[in-house]
C-alpha cells in the first residue's frame, strides 16, 4: 500500500514566523500537488510539481519536489492568518492513481 | 465557469432513508471523482469516472452507495439505507485528468441520525 506521510499533523504558530510542512513516500510519483483546505469548503489546488528537484514559488509558498520525486515540501515565508488551513499533498503513482497524505492543519495566530 | 457544483450543502436524514448527492462537473473535464471527508480517515476516494463511464469503484464502501454518470455535466451518488456512519462530508471534483490538478465543489455536509 502507497502511503503519502504528512508532518507535522498539527502547527500553529505566530503571524510572521516561518514554517515548513513535508510530504514524505517510499514510493515514486511521477507528480505531486498541493492543496489548501478551509473549513465547510473542498480543497483547492495550488501547485503541481512533476520534476524531480522542482521548485516552484507562489507568493510567499515556495513548494519542493524531491530529486527522486519521492517527497515533498511546502515552505511558508512570514506566515499571515489567511494562511490558516488544511494543507494536503497528493502524488500520481505509477497506476495514475492519486495518493492522499492525511494533511496539516495550520492555525496562524495574529 | 462557475466550477463544480454540488447539491445540497448540507442534508440531515434518518436512518434507513435514501440519500442521493448531485455534483455538476466542470465544462470540458473528462474525469469526475466521488470522495467521502472524514476526521478519522481522511480523503477517501469513493469512485471515478472518465468519459460518463465508471473506472474504478474499489473505494465505495458497500452494496449501499451507487453512483452513475448520465452525462458529461450531471452525476449522483446515492445511498440506501443510509446509516449513521456514513456521516462525513462527501466531495465530487472533476479534472482534465490527474496531473492536472482536481477542482473540488464546495461538498455535501451529511448527517444520519
Known amino acids: 500500500t502507497q502511503l503519502l506521510e504528512q508532518s507535522p499533523q498539527f502547527l500553529s504558530i505566530q503571524e510572521g514566523e516561518n514554517l515548513t510542512v513535508y510530504c514524505n513516500s517510499s514510493?515514486?510519483?511521477?507528480?505531486l500537488q498541493w492543496y489548501r483546505q478551509e473549513p465547510g469548503e473542498g480543497p483547492v489546488l495550488l501547485v503541481t510539481v512533476v520534476t524531480g528537484g522542482e521548485v516552484k514559488k507562489l507568493k510567499r509558498l515556495t513548494f519542493q519536489f524531491g530529486d527522486a520525486r519521492k517527497d515533498s515540501s511546502l515552505h511558508i515565508t512570514a506566515a499571515q492568518p489567511g494562511d490558516t488551513g488544511l494543507y494536503l499533498c497528493?502524488?500520481?503513482?505509477?497506476?495514475?492513481?492519486?495518493?492522499w497524505g492525511a494533511g496539516t492543519k495550520l492555525i496562524i495566530k495574529p | 465557469d462557475a466550477g463544480v457544483i454540488q447539491s445540497p450543502r448540507h442534508e440531515v436524514t434518518e436512518m434507513g432513508q435514501e440519500v442521493t448527492l448531485r455534483c455538476k462537473p466542470i465544462s470540458g473535464h473528462d474525469y469526475l471523482f466521488w470522495y467521502r471527508q472524514t476526521m478519522m480517515r481522511g480523503l477517501e476516494l469513493l469512485i471515478y469516472f472518465n468519459n460518463n463511464v465508471p473506472i474504478d469503484d474499489s473505494g465505495m464502501p458497500e452494496d449501499r452507495f451507487s453512483a452513475k454518470m448520465p452525462n458529461a455535466s450531471f452525476s449522483t451518488l446515492k445511498i440506501q439505507p443510509s446509516e449513521p456512519r456514513d456521516s462525513a462530508v462527501y466531495f465530487c471534483?472533476?479534472?482534465?485528468?490527474?496531473?492536472?490538478?482536481?477542482?473540488f465543489g464546495s461538498g455535501t455536509r451529511l448527517t444520519v441520525v
Open positions: 514510493s515514486v510519483f511521477s507528480s
Open positions: 497528493a502524488g500520481t503513482d505509477s497506476n495514475y492513481q492519486l495518493i
Open positions: 471534483a472533476s479534472s482534465l485528468d490527474s496531473d492536472y490538478g482536481y477542482t
